[in-house]
């Protein structure tokens, strides 16, 4: 009896297993088991760098993009079962996605290599255009004794310090504005939240407190006050 030869009819490849009578590497090139984007246009400030991905802008493309990346490939046939994503900057602010996907293929482990193309649009974000119109949410209103006036040029410097870090978080934690006062200055912050955080912590240092208060500017689309907070601090 004749041993039953069995063979790929496309490329004549003996190597098992076979799926639908094709080798594997042919069932693949024939076959559209997944789906992936042709490319990905993402929106970069061109003001603070920061890049848009779900409706967030964030400072390092990498790691935010991956899941962004994994959420957009889509198994038509078969089963995945894991996806690797690495970038690869082809040139200055051009990068491509390296995907490899695992999967099941008529029940058949498979492998698959996948590229997409990743061009960024300049844009400006929402907070940069903001904070060019010197918006601000706070402000911060520091008085001394002209003894004191000496101190301001070291306190601003640490202001600016804390909202350097704070800003990686909150993209409106930067003073807009510095208006000279009779006893002091007012800083215009773009953030409430890293007014009070700078205020509380000047009060601390100088072991002062904070005086708070408030405007009504307007509504929010919800219907909601809009306020402006106002943190005096006497150092």
């Not at 995907?99 to 099941?104: E, G």
């Not at 934690?173 to 912050?189: C, N, P």
């Amino acid at each position: 009896m004749n041993e039953l030869r069995e063979f790929c009819p496309k490329c004549g490849s003996k190597e098992k297993p076979f799926i639908k009578g094709f080798c594997m590497k042919c069932f693949l090139e024939s076959k559209q088991l997944i789906e992936v984007p042709k490319e990905l246009v993402l929106e970069k400030c061109s003001h603070c760098n920061k890049f848009k991905l779900r409706n967030a802008w964030v400072e390092e493309l990498w790691p935010s993009i991956e899941e962004t990346i994994k959420s957009k490939v889509k198994a038509l046939e078969g089963k995945i079962v894991s996806i690797e994503v690495s970038l690869k900057e082809e040139r200055k602010e051009k990068f491509t996605a390296l995907i490899k996907i695992k999967m099941l293929a008529e029940g058949n482990p498979a492998q698959l290599l996948k590229e997409i193309p990743i061009k960024l649009s300049k844009v400006l974000c929402d907070p940069c255009m903001k904070l060019s119109s010197e918006y601000h949410e706070a402000v911060i209103q520091v008085r001394f004794e002209k003894e004191k006036e000496k101190e301001w040029t070291p306190i601003l410097e640490k202001m600016h310090e804390k909202l350097e870090s704070l800003s990686k978080k909150d993209s409106l934690a930067k003073i807009t504005k510095i208006e000279k006062e009779r006893k002091g200055y007012d800083l215009w912050i773009g953030s409430k939240r890293a007014g009070k955080i700078l205020a509380e912590d000047l009060a601390k240092k100088f072991n002062s407190k904070v005086i708070y208060s408030y405007t009504t500017i307007g509504l929010k689309d919800s219907g909601k006050q809009k306020k402006r907070y106002t943190f005096c601090v006497r150092i």
